[in-house]
């Protein structure tokens, strides 16, 4: 589907539209993870209205380009992208996570139609956007496969079975994009984001911090010379920056035999003061006041 | 059936079989983690270079792969030893196969204790229980290499999860070409009417050794062969337990959440009859396959005296 070039300014329409759905799900479902799904809007944004070729009205066209949610927890992020791009009615996303809706908490595959895999337990994601590409070569299809990941994800041994097979591969249609926020369920994943950028400190492991958050969790850094040791055409970015993203992904679309990671550094909570770089919204959703405060904050009556 | 072939594993059939059933025109795809050599995929990939995706020793990986490759039409095949898929990977299984009911088939060789001389850590007992314990998953346990040859040609023609287990050593061929293996049915293998020997893999042959014994013994054993575990042959249980009132297993696995497991449920649910189990209680031990068989009493002469017990217990309740 041929899609007209969208501005800068029509995507950050789209993005602050995606914010106010994700801060409204999580608030009527009372619970979900808004944090991690603020972070890769303009990941995903960028995706669906300038880089990816789909169709709504033909969501399993085998000529797709494929969208695999690997941090399948990030559902309002994905329900409201795809909302935007006309996969889910709107009436449909206050539903999220209740009985009898379309949009589980976590990912399940062709639910709605759009949702290309299940996920939710971490680690899965990138072994499956490798099967979609090698499927995508041996039928002469040109079609492209992205993958976003999670600090958590990254975490997972099978991250790195899939990243060593998908350069064997020499599969140069998939792109993992890793959304680098640093935090994850407990805490912060590495130590820089409460004490800097300087030394690490003179400890070793995670530790716990008097506010009860767990403190470098698994430090993933030299993390470009990770992917890159594994054969990957790694390139980190400002993960908010709409040209930034975009220069990224067009060039990780050409085939130059080797898979592309794209590292975006973001700000977990993204776009909502109080959620910020603040562990506590990974998974918990917004109360009547904190919602209030939300969509004030995005610019929103309600 | 009358033996007349030689011995053979039932692993030698897998690529053998893929192969020709892509040559036919099934567009089907195999995922290796470096066991294809020892599951007989290396047979389809040299026939099909470019169907065939080594991952190297990474079985989650190799699920998840096969699991994309579905997604995009493909009927997805993955290959490796018991012990490693399911057993390394039940995680991926369920969420990427069981769950969206992907069209991805794994083959698992290397399993029970007839695995043999490579020991306790090699012999998968388990791995039925954690494949019946999804109820999306098709289990299969072919009886002889005729059979799995059968079995794997229909996971392939039929859309869905299949997990086929099978065997290390060559073991008697009971088979001949005119048997046909049909999902969701327990064939009668033998017609009797005072006790039922249920089996499924290898000791599918020691339950008809066990009933021409019995037959000596004036006891008119019925044996059903349950290759197909899942869906399974309710009917036929439940005439067994009607028509012969005893019933037997018999197992290559542990019987807590393998065929025993699986009968005793549902027979205990729509027609409570005595049963005696005969399988695995504990964890195996190195030594052949034939002397770990008598080791652990997985013998006809065990399924006679398990008949036995069943059969008094009929007498008893009478």
Known sequence: MAQAPASNAELEEVARRVRRNIVRMTHAAKSGHPGGSLSSVEILTALYFRVMRHDPENPTWPDRDRFVMSKGHATPLLYATLHEAGYIDEADLLTFRGLGSKLQGHTVMGKPPGVEMSAGALGMGLSFSLGAALAGRLDGRDYHVYCLLSDGDSQEGQTWEAAMAAAHHSAGNLTAIIDRNHIQNDGYSDYQRFEGDGDPPDRPGGWVLPDGHTANIMNLEPFDEKWRAFGWDTRRIKGHDFDAITAALQEAREDNGQPAAIICETTKGKGVSYMENNPDFHGKAPDDEQLAQALRELGFED | ?318
């Open chain 2, 1 to 318: 059936m009358v033996q007349t072939a030689a011995d053979k594993a039932t692993r030698e059939v897998f690529g053998p079989t893929l192969a020709k059933l892509c040559r036919e025109g099934l567009d089907i795809v195999c995922v290796d983690a470096d066991l294809g050599y020892s599951t007989s995929a290396v047979k389809f990939g040299q026939e099909f270079p470019e169907r065939f995706f080594a991952v190297g020793v990474a079985e989650q990986n190799m699920i998840g792969v096969a699991a994309g490759l579905a997604s995009c039409g493909k009927v997805a095949f993955c290959s490796s030893f018991a012990v490693f898929a399911p057993g390394h990977c039940f995680d991926q299984l369920r969420m990427a196969v069981a769950q969206p009911g992907t069209n991805v088939k794994l083959f698992a060789s290397h399993a029970g204790v007839v695995t043999g001389e490579d020991g306790a850590s090699a012999e998968a007992l388990e791995d039925l229980a954690l494949m019946l314990s999804m109820p999306t998953f098709n289990v299969l346990f072919p009886a002889d290499a005729v059979e799995c040859e059968q079995a794997i040609e229909a996971a392939a023609r039929t859309d869905g999860p299949f997990y086929i287990r099978a065997m290390r050593p060559k073991t008697p061929i009971i088979f001949d070409e005119s048997y046909r293996f049909e999902l969701g049915v327990w064939p009668v293998l033998r017609e009797g009417k005072d006790v039922t020997l249920i089996a499924c893999g290898e000791l599918v042959k020691a339950a008809l050794d066990a009933a021409e014994a019995l037959s000596g013994q004036g006891v008119e054993a019925r044996v059903l062969n349950a290759s197909s575990l899942r869906p399974f042959d309710k009917d036929a249980l439940l005439a067994a337990a009607r028509e012969t009132g005893a019933i037997v297993t018999a197992e290559d696995h542990f019987i807590h959440g393998g065929l025993g497991g699986l009968v005793a449920a549902a027979l205990a649910a729509a027609a409570p009859t005595p049963v005696d189990f005969v399988g695995m209680e504990r964890y195996g031990t190195s030594g052949t396959w034939k002397q770990l068989l008598e080791h652990f009493d997985l013998t006809p002469e065990a399924i006679t005296r398990a008949a036995g017990n069943a059969v008094s217990r009929k007498s008893r309740s009478a």
